[in-house]
């Protein structure tokens, strides 16, 4: 039996002849672990504000398009023939960030502008024909976010429906 290697393995065993390695783990071992958890949790950490600004562009998104809903539902309560006049000025209104509409700037979180455009383009036409314009009016509507400054403008057909 080799004595050398006899003393260097009896050292290494306690009295329950467990090994000293397996008692717990060495510094090294410990730093390196906390150096890839840290690294870990420093990247997911820095993905948040990109998530966050995903999910704010989103909500706004959402938001505008029910308010382009709630103004098309708008434009369609309104008599035909009244509509260009009605909304021949620049009339503004204001919605909250839910898409509730709120009578002034105070605690609005979008203001709403609804007019007709000056050159609407009709489906199937460049130009509109008489015919279309009698029984199809475009009408824009320009959504802006009063935190973040976005503008969106949309286009929506309102039919004649006989009103």
């Given at each position: 039996m080799n004595t050398r290697f006899s003393k260097s393995l009896f050292s290494r065993l306690r009295m329950d002849g467990k090994s000293a390695r397996?008692?717990?783990?060495?510094?090294?071992?410990?730093t390196m672990a906390i150096g890839l958890i840290s690294f870990?949790?420093?990247?997911i950490v820095g993905l948040m504000p990109v998530g966050l600004?995903?999910?704010?562009?989103?909500?706004?998104q959402t938001v505008e398009g029910q308010i382009v809903q709630k103004m098309s539902g708008r434009f369609l309560?309104?008599?035909?023939?009244?509509?260009?006049?009605?909304?021949?000025?620049?009339?503004?209104?204001?919605?909250?960030?839910?898409?509730?509409?709120v009578p002034g700037a105070g605690t609005a979180a979008f203001?709403?502008?609804?007019?007709?455009?000056?050159n609407a383009i009709y489906p199937g036409s460049s130009n509109a024909p008489t015919s279309v314009t009698n029984s199809l009016v475009a009408m824009a509507i320009e959504v802006v976010a009063l935190q973040g400054g976005a503008t969106n403008r949309f286009i929506v057909h309102v039919p004649n429906s006989g009103n």
């Open positions: 397996t008692l717990g783990f060495s510094l090294i071992e410990v870990a949790m420093l990247s600004s995903t999910l704010r562009n989103a909500m706004n309560l309104t008599p035909f023939s009244q509509l260009r006049t009605n909304y021949s000025t620049s009339q503004s209104f204001y919605y909250d960030q839910e898409g509730e509409e203001k709403v502008t609804a007019f007709p455009p000056a």
